[in-house]
């Protein structure tokens, strides 16, 4: 089992929706959890960095945290043809040690 | 330049070359990381640099990979004898702080095919 899963997809939404993308991981000590934005032959950028539980919310973003469960969200709101990348999720504990990324799931958002 | 360069952006090989992939940091950073992006995956940890040492090479995945960062700035990552299932995007990545993790950039990856 990966430290971090992550449904591939594809997933394909219309312009307009809110869309879930999920991850879950297994290692407990993970206290740092982010999720990336990949456009085609693109490096991966940052779109939420969030510490231990709870929400944060940027524009039309929102990731979300459940230690207890070990399961880690991002939503978008109001969904653009801009959005349309592969969204990734990673964490780590801290300190020095790497990221972990998920598979990355692919968005598509049709016009 | 702003932001992570790589170079060069793809490289194709023949299966037992070698290659040197090259990855020029955001100016000031001192913590330098290199990934490998197999196709329809995630970027896996390769390397990590904090200056001129390699502070954590647990995710090479054998002993034909190699990287160098001499200046504590520009790092080279080397491939010995390449493989077919080499073949894959590596990506570099450079942060100020090992632990700011909201501020490590990347840059647009070397796609490596290996013939």
């Known amino acids: 089992q990966k430290e971090v899963e992550q449904d591939p997809g594809p997933l394909s939404v219309p312009e307009g929706a809110i869309v879930s993308l999920n991850c879950t991981y297994s290692?407990?000590?993970?206290?740092?959890f982010m999720w990336y934005r990949q456009y085609s032959r693109k490096g991966p950028e940052l779109l939420m960095y969030?510490?231990?539980?709870g929400n944060k919310e940027d524009g039309r973003f929102t990731a979300q945290v459940d230690k207890s469960s070990k399961y880690i969200s991002l939503f978008i709101r109001d969904s653009q043809p801009s959005d349309s990348a592969t969204y990734l999720c990673?964490?780590?504990?801290?300190?020095?040690?790497?990221?972990?990324f998920g598979k990355g799931t692919r968005l598509s958002v049709i016009a | 330049g702003a932001g992570v360069s790589q170079t060069p952006s793809n490289k194709v090989t023949e299966k037992g070359k070698y290659v040197e992939l090259r990855c020029d940091p955001i100016?000031?950073?001192?913590?330098l990381y290199w990934y490998r992006q197999s196709l329809g995956q995630g970027p896996e940890f390769l390397i990590y640099?904090?200056?001129?040492?390699?502070?954590?090479d647990s995710g090479l995945p054998n002993d034909r990979f190699f990287a160098v960062r001499p200046e504590g700035s520009v790092s080279t990552l080397k491939i010995q004898r390449t493989e077919r299932g080499d073949s894959a995007v590596y990506l570099c990545?450079?942060?100020?702080?090992?632990?700011?993790?909201?501020?490590?950039?990347f840059g647009p990856g070397t796609r490596l095919t290996v013939l």
């Open positions: 290692n407990s000590a993970f206290q740092y």
């Open positions: 990545a450079s942060s100020s702080d090992p632990t700011a993790y909201n501020e490590q950039f």
């Open positions: 100016s000031g950073h001192t913590a």
């Open positions: 990673a964490s780590t504990d801290g300190g020095n040690t790497p990221l972990v």
């Open positions: 640099f904090q200056g001129t040492g390699a502070a954590d």
């Open positions: 969030t510490y231990s539980s």
